[in-house]
Nanobody, 124 residues
């Protein structure tokens, strides 16, 4: 099994920055892709970004491209999300997710493991 624990998040002003981290433990050698999703009240969980653990290939949703950056540290089994130029519409619970195959998918149901989520709130 794999456990994912998010950290970071909190409150930021519009235009500000926050950094999220996700630490993986357990059978981490089985992880091929790690990703971030987010969910706002009344909305479905949506894809933010993903990265492969081998080559570092990435995929971003159009809503965050150029503002958010995903990175990984395989030695520490962590993935980070640097969020810059934050907007009020970025407010959501952010979830770390992981999957065992090398597909940079954007469908929540295709991921095998999930963290508990961390709140990000952006004020205008």
């Amino acid at each position: 099994q794999v456990q994912l624990v998010e950290s970071g998040g909190g409150l930021a002003q519009a235009g500000g920055s926050l950094r999220l981290s996700c630490a993986a433990s357990g059978r981490t050698f089985s992880l091929a892709v790690m990703a971030w999703f987010r969910q706002s009240p009344g909305k479905e969980r949506e894809f933010v970004t993903a990265i492969t653990t081998n080559s570092g290939s990435t995929r971003y949703d159009d809503s965050v491209r150029g503002r958010f950056t995903i990175s990984r540290d395989n030695a520490k089994n962590t993935v980070n999300l640097q969020m810059n130029s934050l907007k009020p519409e970025d407010t959501a619970v952010y979830y770390c997710a992981a999957r065992r195959d090398y597909a940079l998918g954007n469908v929540p149901g295709s991921y095998d493991y999930w963290g508990q989520g961390t709140q990000v709130s952006v004020s205008s």
